[in-house]
């Protein structure tokens, strides 16, 4: 069953994240408010379930690991839906045949 969980979590963050929330007090342990829990959910899942990782199964400890993999965290969630239409723009050339 955790295996599971795990897989859900990789692929499908934001359920993950609402089914920790629901049915284990995973958040809570980390000191997760309600307001963070809903923006995490809403704008960075994968940065949010980092986060509570660190603060439960490493007692809160920042180490080089921890911030490496919190920056990745970051980058995945915020680096994911907002550079992507710029990579996929067409540029037109014009050019003009009345010169």
Do not use: K
């Not at 980390?30 to 960075?44: D, N």
């Amino acid at each position: 069953m955790p295996l599971l969980l795990i897989l859900v979590v990789l692929f499908f963050p934001r359920l993950g994240a609402v089914l920790l929330a629901l049915f284990t007090t995973w958040f809570i342990t980390a000191g997760i408010g309600l307001l963070s829990l809903i923006l995490g959910i809403i704008f960075a899942p994968i940065t949010l379930l980092w986060y509570s990782v660190v603060m439960n199964s490493f007692g809160g400890q920042w180490g080089i690991l921890q911030i490496l993999i919190l920056v990745l965290a970051i980058m995945a969630d915020f680096g994911s839906g907002w550079g992507g239409y710029h990579h996929h723009h067409r540029w037109y050339v014009v050019e003009d045949d009345h010169a």
